[in-house]
Nanobody, 119 residues
């Protein structure tokens, strides 16, 4: 079994920055693509950015040039550096990971971390 634990959310003013972290723990034999999603009230969960094991990265158009995803394979951890935040970025941010554990290969989700962009 494995779990993902996010941290780094909070309240920030428009134009500010936040850095989210997501660490995987448990009996993990292998790991592949890891990603950040977000969900705002009344909206569907959407992909923000993902990063493959070899470092291939995809961003949602709405965050290109402002957000940067990175990963530390040794720690099985990903990060999301968010700059130039706007109220439209307000959402619960979820970490997602494709992990192989002692129970096989599964998709895992974190519990979510709230980001509020407001003056």
């Amino acid at each position: 079994q494995a779990q993902l634990v996010e941290s780094g959310g909070g309240l920030v003013q428009p134009g500010g920055s936040l850095r989210l972290s997501c660490a995987a723990s448990g009996i993990i034999f292998d790991f592949n693509t890891m990603a950040w999603y977000r969900q705002s009230p009344g909206k569907e969960r959407e992909l923000v950015a993902d990063i493959s094991r070899i470092g291939t990265i995809n961003y949602a158009d709405s965050v290109k040039g402002r957000f940067t995803i990175s990963r530390d394979n040794a720690k099985i951890t990903i990060y999301l550096q968010m700059n130039s935040l706007s109220p439209e970025d307000t959402a619960v941010y979820y970490c997602n990971a494709d992990l192989t554990t002692n129970r096989g290969r599964h998709d895992y989700w974190g519990q979510g971390t709230q980001v509020i962009v407001s003056s």
